[in-house]
């Protein structure tokens, strides 16, 4: 909670439920839980009285309000209400807190990502918003929406500022949107951000083409017979029916998809079982409406050939790899979508002109996937550790909605929270894979293993340094409060690693792996499902915007409490990952660092 994240904050919010294993919070009451409940129709409202209640200790103020973004229920009864806040009507930028109630609705304590009072002195603008619509077009290249005025409280103050969004930004890879924050007293830029996280790093592009390298992925469909056409259930004598087809893969193999009938020689690659999670074309333009794009429609519900030259074939990798994560994510959580709330995921393939890269684009709530630039990357990016890479950002965007302190003039991303964003996408996206559990592309702990880079993947998470590409970190050390969020995200992704496996060497599905610890600790895994839980849990609950590695250990740590116990076997293997990688009580940094 030491450093800001530079994103816009999201206006429009949903509440959604689910129910996990009980938990407590970072900041309890004083004396513990309080005595009298805060008697209340919701939990949202006793969350909010609770809030005021508790001022001292959530930093609410005057002015204040807070919206609910998300409230989480446990088996036991208690919740865990996630507020976004304005003050005085102006959205506030980093002041995003969770309450946590006990199950009669008494206040047992909050996580917030503004260690203050968020109270700027003064909420009369001396630029006008033409002015600061200016200044975000010159900044960010592009075509400037209407500038809203905020409170920016990220970087340990409160500055009135507008928040202008940019669309067609040249200084994102494929004309995408951004958002500007823009000091409202004095003009001064406080951050340029791209609305989406992408798959492929400027760093990245930019060590391969120094190398003089390019990824050259093996693609083609596993041997065997498609899967039948059938409608599920009784024959269709009325439309739309769910229908199970086949898909011919560029790296998943032969896969079902299930699919929707619309006639009886027609059917669309729409997946009712699971919220009617689409698939479209982009149609080469940059897109970042899904409804602009073309359903994928055939007529004997076989997709694909197993080359690029069907359009249809990236679109069976993406709709395979989209429903394959939001199958994890219920299997493993009850999470019930990206955003937890019944709706089903969306993808584009063919998005832009010879863009190599994959993104997860919070304007659109959508993964977009570029053909490959021709260069760099030749084929489309629709492998599936990458989808449910680039889905778990959605996933944290509807959570703790972690952000990059910092974003340099090259679109490079820097700083803590960023990084664990990064190594989150990781850590699920690699278990997606295990969730899968397809021959045709064996679940490991390696990101990227299927791009057909010379290293063999993109990141790892046993030994992450092993990465000469992004030089990706083993350890946390002062220096990562701002490195690139990529290369930075080995730190929690070790501690994962180490938490769900151990240290040592091992060999997993084919796969040796040899993790290190900081201190030459032996480290015994818990077992990657336990260790997920554990992570996912202390997302849900613990984290905030501005979530550094310290405050994930302590995330983890609250997590194995409420699941386990604080003097469990877990508990102690929380504890033992983050010294492995040298995260640890004593080396924690002090406020504002």
């Given at each position: 909670m030491r450093r800001p994240h530079i994103r816009r904050v999201a206006i429009a919010v949903a509440v959604t439920t689910a129910a996990t294993i009980p938990g407590t919070a970072f900041a309890s009451a004083p004396d513990g839980p309080a005595r009298v409940a805060v008697q209340a129709a919701s939990p949202v409202a006793a969350a909010r009285a609770a809030a005021f209640?508790?001022?001292?200790?959530?930093?609410?103020?005057?002015?204040?309000?807070?919206?609910?973004?998300?409230?989480?229920?446990?088996?036991?009864?208690?919740q865990h209400v996630r507020f976004v806040r304005t003050h005085q009507g102006l959205p506030v930028l980093g002041g995003d807190l969770v309450v946590h109630l006990g199950r009669r609705g008494e206040y047992l304590g909050v996580t917030r990502a503004a260690d203050h009072v968020v109270k700027p002195s003064t909420v009369e603008a001396r630029l006008t918003p033409e002015q600061a619509e200016r200044k975000a077009e010159a900044v960010a290249k592009g075509d400037a929406g209407t500038a809203q005025l905020v409170v920016d409280a990220r970087a340990g103050g409160a500055t009135l500022a507008y928040q202008v969004v940019v669309t067609d930004s040249d200084t994102t890879e494929a004309g995408q949107s951004s958002t500007v924050v823009v000091d409202a007293r004095t003009g001064v830029v406080r951050s340029n951000t791209p609305n989406s996280d992408e798959f492929i790093s400027p760093s990245l592009a930019a060590a391969l083409r120094e190398r003089g390298e390019s990824a050259t992925p093996q693609t083609g469909t596993a041997p065997g017979a498609a899967a039948p056409s059938a409608l599920t259930g009784a024959a269709a004598a009325h439309y739309p029916a769910t229908a199970t087809g086949s898909g011919a893969s560029l790296f998943a193999g032969k896969v079902a998809l299930t699919t929707t009938r619309t006639a009886?020689?027609?059917?669309?690659?729409?997946?009712?079982?699971?919220?009617?999670?689409?698939?479209?074309?982009?149609?080469?333009?940059?897109?970042?409406?899904?409804?602009?794009?073309?359903?994928?429609?055939?007529?004997?519900?076989?997709?694909?050939?197993?080359?690029?030259?069907?359009?249809?074939?990236?679109?069976?990798?993406?709709?395979?790899?989209?429903?394959?994560?939001?199958?994890?994510?219920k299997k493993a959580f009850g999470r019930k979508g990206i955003k937890n709330n019944s709706a089903g995921a969306k993808g584009m393939v063919h998005f832009g002109s010879?863009?190599?890269?994959?993104?997860?684009?919070?304007?659109?709530?959508?993964?977009?996937?570029?053909?490959?630039?021709?260069?760099?990357?030749?084929?489309?990016?629709?492998?599936?550790?990458?989808?449910g890479h680039e889905l778990t950002h959605g996933v944290v965007d509807a959570t703790a909605a972690l952000e990059p302190t910092r974003v340099d003039n090259d679109g490079n991303q820097f700083g803590e929270p960023g990084a664990l964003n990064e190594s989150l996408a990781d850590?699920?996206?690699?278990?997606?894979?295990?969730?899968?559990?397809?021959?045709?592309?064996?679940?490991?702990?390696?990101?990227?293993?299927?791009?057909?880079?010379?290293?063999?993947?993109?990141?790892?998470?046993?030994?992450?340094?092993?990465?000469?590409?992004?030089?990706?970190?083993?350890?946390?050390?002062?220096?990562?409060?701002?490195?690139?969020?990529?290369?930075g995200s080995g730190v929690s992704s070790h501690a994962f690693y180490l938490l769900a496996e151990g240290s040592g060497r091992k060999t997993i599905n084919g796969v040796t792996y040899d993790s290190p610890t900081f201190d030459g600790s032996r480290v015994t895994g818990i077992g990657r499902t336990k260790a997920t839980a554990v992570f996912y849990r202390a997302l849900?609950?613990?984290?905030?915007?501005?979530?550094?590695?310290?405050d994930a250990r302590t995330a983890t740590l609250k997590a194995a409490t409420d699941m386990y116990g604080a003097n469990s076997a877990e508990y102690k293997a929380v504890d033992a990952a983050w010294a492995a990688v040298n995260v640890t009580t004593a080396n924690t940094p002090a406020a504002g660092h």
């Open positions: 209640a508790h001022a001292s200790a959530t930093g609410v103020t005057d002015g204040d309000t807070l919206r609910a973004k998300d409230v989480m229920t446990d088996p036991d009864g208690k009886r020689t027609s059917y669309l690659l729409k997946d009712p079982t699971r919220w009617n999670t689409e698939t479209r074309d982009a149609k080469g333009q940059e897109l970042e409406s899904f409804a602009r794009g073309k359903a994928f429609t055939d007529g004997d519900n076989k997709w694909g050939t197993g080359t690029t030259s069907a359009r249809t074939t990236a679109a069976v990798d993406a709709q395979y790899g989209i429903t394959q994560t939001l199958d994890f994510y010879k863009v190599g890269n994959a993104f997860w684009d919070s304007t659109c709530g959508c993964m977009l996937y570029g053909d490959g630039d021709g260069d760099l990357f030749k084929k489309p990016l629709v492998v599936l550790d990458v989808t850590i699920f996206g690699s278990n997606v894979e295990f969730s899968a559990n397809n021959p045709k592309n064996r679940p490991n702990y390696l990101v990227g293993e299927k791009l057909g880079l010379a290293q063999k993947f993109l990141r790892r998470l046993d030994h992450p340094s092993l990465d000469r590409l992004e030089e990706t970190i083993d350890y946390w050390s002062p220096a990562a409060y701002d490195t690139e969020v990529h290369a849900t609950r613990y984290m905030v915007s501005t979530t550094d590695f310290h």
